[in-house]
């Protein structure tokens, strides 16, 4: 696991240095239908440049947004200072969530999960059950299974298996993300017009 550790870090890092296709500047649209339901305070895993950290913060939740890319941080810092806004953001892989002392009332989810696989994934929902609150709710956005344009990507039946004990799946079901403009008009042909299909599953920890 170390070596696919660094070397899926030296990937996403990679990435940062030209333009992440879920930089879209603002959060997924399917986390601003929820944002009522979430409650700080929030951790926010894998929070990449931090636009739904930020979007959180500005609506008075106390946030930590987390991610293993120091560059993706740094730019999360830089946006949350010029508005204003307070955000704990912390280098730090996913994997370790189950050693920390801290637990929270909602985990946002945008594009983690669909990353692992096999113990690996296991091993982040054991970590996730361990930082959430009982009665906390889950809200986990990723790739659908039936995303042609992606490999991989979540079922449904994949949602059922991993948060099977001590989880309740509230509600899953298929939304179309949204892609950096500007990462489309460089790779046009990478995703459909419409976006990709993914799968946003709202799930409360028992």
Known sequence: MPGRLHSTQAGFTQMYQGIPPWEIGRPQAAFVEVA???????????????NASVFFAAR???VTGIDFVEEALRRGRITAADRGLSVRFLQKDAMTLNTWDET???????GLFHIYSGEERRQYVRGLAHVLREGG?????????EEASHEGGVSVQELETEFAEGW????????????????LAEFPKE??????KMRFAVIRRT
Request: glycine fraction near 14%.
């Open 137 to 145: 709710r889950l809200f986990l956005l990723g790739f659908s299974d």
């Open 36 to 50: 009522d339901q979430v409650v700080g305070p929030l951790l926010d895993a894998g929070c990449g440049t931090g």
């Open 60 to 62: 008075g939740l106390e």
């Open 191 to 196: 995703f459909p017009e419409a976006g990709p």
């Open 104 to 110: 929270f009332a909602s985990v946002i989810d945008s």
């Open 168 to 183: 309740e799946i509230e509600s899953v079901k298929t939304v179309r993300g949204e892609i950096s403009e500007a990462f």
